[in-house]
């Protein structure tokens, strides 16, 4: 996988999730749950979970019983170990799964990266990119990367990454506190911030794209 994909996927969702009711919202973890679960060729327990997803335990613990009390996933106690909770994905879950893979489609523009992939494509995607958690600075900083090098206003960003405009101006605001981006005044006086990478901001966002790189998306079967 490349940035060009995660980002198309990544900055799609972000819009997506935005206009799905709050009770039937999911994080992209949550998401990459139910796409995992439905990838997978048999149940998984919620260790095997939390570690594709390099979570610890009791984060997994809230991810899944959110999903299960959404009916899009069943848990079942193992019968040696009740701590060894076994999850499999319901056909309303693989439902909810497509459903938001085709709303996902459709907020990738013309000309973008997977601007004419398939629902079921996305889901591969999807699984694959949960894998690797990715937090609001991350994003900030690989959509920075993206423009390579140039300075962008905070609506810049909040367009290209799909993000509400307080998440990205916070996370901007701890970047720079980290001295991992600059911001300047726009030289009109006008209220407007531009934002780029410093050396150590290319950096940290160099090491998240071979993150990237490295993820594998599985193809489809060749038929005999």
Not at 33 to 46: F, G, K, Q
Not at 120 to 146: I, N, P, Q, T
């Amino acid at each position: 996988m490349d940035l060009k994909e995660y980002m198309s996927v990544r900055r799609a969702y972000n819009v997506v999730r935005q206009m799905v009711a709050s009770e039937g919202r999911l994080t992209f973890e949550e998401f990459a749950i139910i796409c995992h679960l439905s990838e997978s060729a048999e149940p998984l327990m919620t260790s095997a979970i939390a570690e594709y997803q390099g979570a610890l335990r009791p984060t997994m613990t809230h991810r899944t019983s959110h999903l299960e009390g959404l009916g899009l996933i069943d848990r079942v106690e193992g019968t040696t170990d009740r701590r060894n909770v076994v999850c499999s994905v319901t056909e309303r879950g693989r439902e909810r799964a497509l459903e938001l893979a085709e709303l996902t489609c459709a907020q990738i523009p013309n000309g973008h990266a997977l601007s004419r992939t398939t629902p079921e494509r996305v889901v591969k995607y999807v699984d694959a990119m949960g894998s690797f958690f990715c937090k609001a600075g991350d994003l900030v900083l690989l959509g920075l990367h993206s423009f390579e090098g140039e300075a962008v206003s905070i609506m810049r960003l909040v367009e290209a990454l799909g993000l509400l405009q307080p998440t990205v101006s916070m996370s901007v605001v701890s970047l720079a506190e980290h001295g991992l981006v600059t911001r300047e005044r726009s030289a009109s006086g006008a209220h407007t911030t531009s934002v780029c990478l410093t050396r150590e901001g290319t950096e940290a966002a160099r090491k998240l794209v071979e993150q990237i790189d490295a993820l594998v998306v599985r193809r489809k079967p060749r038929a005999n």
